[in-house]
């Protein structure tokens, strides 16, 4: 069974850093693309950035360009969001995902970032 | 950057009607990598449809994806009470994969 574990959310100050993590089991971690998926309180989805299964490729939402940055480490079945230059507009539970078909097959339960003074 | 629209804002229903929900794109999406999401309060998203017209793995048959280039629809041929719930398009043919603002299904 696929699960995928959030962790490292926290209340944090606006221009603090923070980094996500995101355990992964129940198949095959480095064969996967994974994403990170976030949502305001009350709001829709956004797309926040995929890393390729070996790191070579990374991709980020406009809104997070420059200041995030997503990695993995295989050998750990971990996935990280590192946040830096954090912004009130950055509160958001956020979520990770397992890409099947292209597109966000398995998702976590998330983890909560606070951003505020 | 695909914009993504969705309409209606809210759709209001009964168990056993028919739901259409739409998704406009502001340019074709590549290939029909559009995917469907269903959210319920205090879950995490659900795929539905991926690729406009595949079910995901388990999905009832009473879900159906549809269309093509910038219009793409969702429908439920049936509503069960457990179908009623937000659900959001997404496009992941080209970065940043974008999501719609959602559609609100509700019980009239």
């Known amino acids: 069974e696929v699960q995928l574990v959030e962790s490292g959310g926290v209340v944090v100050q606006p221009g603090g850093s923070l980094r996500l993590s995101c355990a992964a089991s129940?198949?095959?971690?480095?064969?996967?693309?994974m994403h990170w998926v976030r949502q305001a309180p009350g709001k829709g989805l956004e797309w926040v950035s995929l890393?390729?299964?070996?790191?070579?490729?990374?991709y980020y939402a406009d809104s997070v360009k420059g200041r995030f940055t997503i990695s993995r480490d295989n050998s750990k079945n971990s996935l990280y969001l590192q946040m830096n230059s954090l912004r009130t507009e950055d509160t958001a539970l956020y979520y990770c995902?397992?890409?099947?078909?292209?597109?966000?097959?398995?998702w976590g339960q998330g983890t909560l970032v606070t951003v505020s003074s | 950057e695909i914009v993504l629209t969705q309409s209606p804002g809210t759709l209001s229903l009964s168990p056993g009607e028919r739901a259409t929900l739409s998704c406009r794109a502001s340019?074709?999406?590549?290939?029909?990598?559009l995917a469907w999401f269903q959210q319920k309060p205090g879950q995490a998203p659900r795929l539905l449809i991926y690729?406009?017209?595949s079910r995901a793995t388990g999905l009832p048959d009473r879900f159906s994806g549809s269309g093509s280039g910038t219009d793409f629809t969702l429908t439920i041929s049936r509503l069960e009470p457990e179908d009623f719930a937000v659900y959001y398009c997404?496009?992941?043919?080209?970065?940043?994969?974008?999501f719609g603002q959602g559609t609100k299904l509700e019980i009239k």
């Open positions: 890393i390729s299964w070996e790191g070579g490729t990374r």
């Open positions: 690729g406009a017209s």
């Open positions: 129940g198949f095959t971690f480095d064969d996967y693309t």
């Open positions: 997404q496009q992941y043919g080209s970065s940043p994969h974008s």
């Open positions: 340019q074709s999406v590549t290939s029909s990598f």
């Open positions: 995902a397992k890409e099947v078909a292209g597109t966000l097959g398995y």
